[in-house]
């Protein structure tokens, strides 16, 4: 069966490979009103009045195409295509050029607008509802998928496969010594060589880097390092006696006061 390409309804070329990321049968179209500034896309509003803006009821499929151009070069482009559930007619499609081709709205996470473009390059904005969280919660990661291919998440190119990576040039190099080789280290200036130690320093001891006090002196070892206290001041005997004459008493002919 002859593919053809949902953005411009052409046939692709026999060796244009196409790939089917996401697939889901029921998905329901609607006619949304304008964005409201500053909220975004309202499901709320698409749905009111018992549905009165679904305007459809259709099959979804995310589609990876990749084709090989004339100079060998592989291009991958991703789709997202509306399609009649009994017969598979084309409805509407959105070539998947930019993350916002589908927006999720405010209120839920089951609905998206979708900006859907036709063959003559006109664009239009439906909005789209899953019956169940599960599907939404696919379509989604289909998207993430789709992105790394286009090269979206590596930054690359859009419309470009991005490169495989690239094999170690060296392919795990033996960076392991052979016989005879050896390694030369350079050290700065103070981590050089020490000088060997000669018998006259191993003489003179080996705790010669250690610095320790003299021992203290005899004098001073006597009291267990404390100094002795000061010597009373000296005193004569006779400035601590007070005489009988000095105090007013007479030490005459009546003796000694009794």
Do not use: C
């Not at 975004?40 to 090989?68: C, D, M, P, Y």
């Not at 916002?100 to 979708?114: H, K």
Request: proline share 9%.
């Amino acid at each position: 069966m002859e593919s053809i390409d949902p953005a411009t309804g052409q046939p692709l070329p026999a060796d244009a490979i196409q790939r089917v990321l996401f697939i889901v049968k029921t998905v329901h179209v609607y006619n949304v009103p304008p964005m409201t500034p500053g909220k975004g896309h309202v499901a709320a509003s698409w749905t009111a009045e018992e549905n009165k803006r679904q305007i459809f009821t259709a099959r979804l499929r995310v589609l990876e195409t990749a084709i090989t151009q004339a100079s060998g070069e592989e291009k991958v482009k991703a789709d997202i295509v509306l399609e009649d559930q009994s017969n598979g007619q084309l409805f509407a499609a959105a070539p998947y050029t930019a993350a916002a081709v589908v927006e999720p709205v405010s209120d839920s996470s089951r609905f998206f607008a979708l900006r859907v473009q036709d063959e003559a390059g006109r664009k239009a904005t439906l909005g789209i509802g899953f019956e169940e969280r599960s599907d939404a919660f696919d379509f989604g990661v289909s998207l993430q998928e789709a992105q790394k291919t286009l090269g979206w998440a590596q930054g690359g190119l859009p419309g470009k496969k991005p490169a495989e990576e690239k094999k170690d040039t060296a392919e795990k190099r033996d960076l392991s010594l052979k016989e005879g080789e050896t390694i030369t280290v350079n050290l700065p200036a103070r981590f050089g060589r020490r000088k060997p130690r000669t018998e006259e320093d191993e003489a003179s001891g080996g705790l010669s880097s250690f610095s320790l006090p003299p021992p203290p002196s005899t004098a001073s070892s006597k009291g267990g390092g404390i100094p002795p206290p000061p010597p009373a001041p000296s005193t004569s005997s006779r400035a601590k006696r007070l005489s009988a004459a000095n105090l007013g008493f007479d030490d005459g002919k009546f003796g000694e006061f009794a």
